[in-house]
């Protein structure tokens, strides 16, 4: 059974950094691609950042300059950098792999808030 495992979330000031991690388990292949979404409240999920089997990454415009998406190929696990933290990251945030077009899972989430 594949299961996904958010940590690293908190209370931060704006400014300020925090890494999410991902572990997942179940997983025997690192031939998928794993990204993060987050939702703030009172809005939909939205994406966030990707990366490819392969390590090809893509952002979300609005955080592109600020975090940085990272994975470990042995541990099946996928991290967030998040630099620079403004008040409008603040949204729980949920790890995603997708094992192929049809097959994805989504972990249980990890909040972030930024304020001061």
């Known amino acids: 059974q594949v299961q996904l495992v958010e940590s690293g979330g908190g209370l931060v000031q704006p400014g300020g950094s925090l890494r999410l991690s991902c572990v997942a388990s179940?997983?025997?292949?690192?031939?998928?691609?794993m990204s993060w979404y987050r939702q703030a409240p009172g809005k939909e999920r939205e994406f966030v950042a990707i990366?490819?089997?392969?390590?090809?990454?893509t952002y979300l415009d609005s955080v592109r300059e600020r975090f940085t998406i990272f994975r470990d190929y042995v541990k099946n696990s996928v991290y967030l950098q998040m630099n620079n933290l403004k008040p409008e990251d603040t949204a729980i945030y949920y790890c995603k792999i997708m094992l192929n077009t049809e097959t994805a899972y989504w972990g249980q989430g990890t909040q972030v808030i930024v304020s001061s």
């Open positions: 179940g997983i025997h292949s690192s031939n998928n691609h």
């Open positions: 990366i490819s089997n392969r390590g090809t990454t």
